[in-house]
Each structure stands twice: as C-alpha cells, then as structure tokens.
C-alpha cells in the first residue's frame, strides 16, 4: 500500500524558503501515470493546490504563487520536494504531499490519492 | 475565477441519508472528487469523476454531477461519518476545492 510521508522545515523567517520533502513507500515514484503533487490549507480556511512534478521532471504550479514555486523529485530516493521562496505570513499551512492521476494526455485532470498525514510550517516575522 | 460551494453544515441522525452539495458553474462537464477529513487526519479519496467509488470505500456512499450540482450522498449514515467532506474538480489547469461541509450524526 503506497504511503507518503512529509517533513521538512516546521518554523521559517519571514521572505526566506520552506523547503520540504515527501518521502514515497510501499510503491516506486517512477512507475504509473501519476503527478507528485502538493497540497495545503491555511489555518482557517480551505485546501489550495500547490503543484505537480511529472514523470520525466514536468512541472505545472498554481498561478497564484507567482513563480516562488519549485518542485524537484529523487527518484534514486523516491521522493520529491517543495521550495517556496520569500515566505510571508500567507503561507503559514499544514502542507499535504499527495500522489495525482493521470490520464494518457494530461495531469490536469484527475484525483488525489492517497495523501501523507500533513506537515505544519509557520511563518514568523 | 470558478469556485466551488459547500454548505458549512449539514447534521442527520444516525442510520439515515446524509446529502452534501457542491455547487460552480457548469460543474456538471466537469469530473468531481469528494474526501472524508477526519478531525487530524488527512484527506480520504471516497468518490472520484462524479460517482466512482475507489476499492475499499463502502457502498453507502454515492456521488452524482449535473448542472451546476454535485451531491455526495451517504446512505445509512453512522457515527464514523462524522467529518469533514470537500468537493474538488479542476478547471483552466488549476485545481480548485470547496470549503467543506462537516458533517454532523446527531
């Protein structure tokens, strides 16, 4: 049973980066048609997509982080991470790894399953 | 922008029928997820492309897409149901999620 596993930087300064790793098991990160994906949801309010890595290293991110974004994937340790640079008080979340569903034609599609437990980075000025 | 609503929400006795809606604009010609979130715990696929249960997630939940609609409907609904439920679909290449509706077996 696949299962994935978050962790990474839990208290940040203010404009510096977050960096965070999902860590695969129970499943190889390069086999199937799926996105690596990242997921989170600020205190109070709803889930926000973050972006994907595909087999292959293409990468599609939400408009709305205005290029902070960055995803990678180690496929020799079957995982991948997230940097978001110049963090503001906006980005304090509990931040969700998940695996995404392709079709044959396109990422921007489908589910996502399963998702790690959720790690919790703050943002302090 | 498409957003996705959900009542903040909805309560049912145990052993009845729980319905929870999702609404945006012509989210019928799109596919939708729905997840359980139980308080400290991550999200649970439980339907996917509008009705589609995967293996593992009991038969009392449903989900149905048309017009601007989504319903996820619980049949025999039991204490364990109790949670959180947040619709998703994607549109113009980006993810979009509803707020939730916790769900509340009285």
């Known amino acids: 049973q696949l299962q994935l596993q978050e962790s990474g930087s839990g208290l940040v300064q203010s404009l510096e980066t977050v960096s965070l790793t999902c860590t695969v098991s129970?499943?190889?990160?390069?086999?199937?048609?799926?996105?690596w994906t990242w997921i989170r949801r600020p205190p109070g309010k709803g889930l926000e997509w973050i972006g994907y890595?595909?087999?292959?290293?293409?990468?599609f991110y939400n408009p709305s982080l205005k290029g902070r974004v960055t995803i990678s994937v180690d496929r020799s340790k079957n995982q991948f991470s997230l940097n978001l640079t110049s963090v503001t008080a906006a980005d304090t979340a509990l931040y969700y790894c998940?695996?995404?569903?392709?079709?044959?034609?396109?990422?921007?599609?489908?589910?996502?399953?399963?998702w790690g437990r959720g790690t919790l980075v703050t943002v302090s000025s | 922008s498409f957003d996705l609503s959900q009542p903040i929400s909805v309560s049912v006795s145990p052993g009845q029928t729980a319905s929870i809606t999702c609404s945006g604009g012509e989210l019928g010609d799109k596919y939708l997820c729905w997840y359980q979130q139980r308080p400290g715990q991550s999200p649970i696929l439980i339907i996917y492309?509008?009705?589609k249960r995967p293996s593992g997630i009991p038969e009392r939940f449903s989900g149905s897409n048309s017009g601007n609609t989504a319903t996820l409907t619980i049949s025999g609904t039991q204490a364990m149901d109790e949670a959180d439920y947040i619709c998703q679909a994607w549109d113009s290449s980006t993810v979009v999620f509803g707020g939730g509706t916790k769900l509340t077996v009285l």
């Open positions: 492309q509008d009705d």
């Open positions: 998940a695996r995404g569903y392709c079709s044959r034609t396109s990422c921007l599609v489908g589910r996502f399953d399963p």
């Open positions: 890595i595909y087999q292959g290293g293409t990468t």
């Open positions: 129970g499943g190889s990160i390069s086999s199937g048609t799926y996105s």
